[in-house]
């Protein structure tokens, strides 16, 4: 296991992890139970860990693309319909907010 990501509260790590799960990258967060105390912790307390070594650089690469908004940006003004209900979604939602289908690729 590799640290990628050193958040500052629990609600972050839980995104990034999202975010690379959503990737095909396995994660996991560690120390979000450990918050409370810091002050007193090192400040990367909270962080996101990947189970494959071997993924280290693509989530390292994902994840900068993530945090500068490039995936945003990507798809700001090109909104979708979902092909399974028919709810005309906005460029940055993955999934159908309505019946919960993936945007197709």
């Not at 500068?68 to 028919?86: L, S, T």
């Not at 460029?91 to 919960?100: E, H």
Request: aromatic residues 10%.
């Amino acid at each position: 296991m590799k640290q990628v990501h050193a958040a500052r509260h629990a609600p972050e790590a839980h995104l990034v992890k999202g975010f690379l799960e959503s990737n095909g990258i396995a994660a996991v967060v560690r120390g979000e139970y450990l918050t409370s105390g810091w002050g007193e912790l090192p400040v990367d307390v909270c962080s996101v860990w990947i189970e494959d070594d071997r993924q280290y650089d693509r989530a390292q690469a994902l994840l900068l693309a993530f945090l500068r908004g490039d995936f945003a940006r990507e798809f700001r003004g090109q909104g979708w319909r979902c092909p399974k209900c028919g709810e005309q979604l906005e460029g940055q939602f993955t999934q159908c907010w309505k019946c919960g289908t993936r945007r197709p690729a």
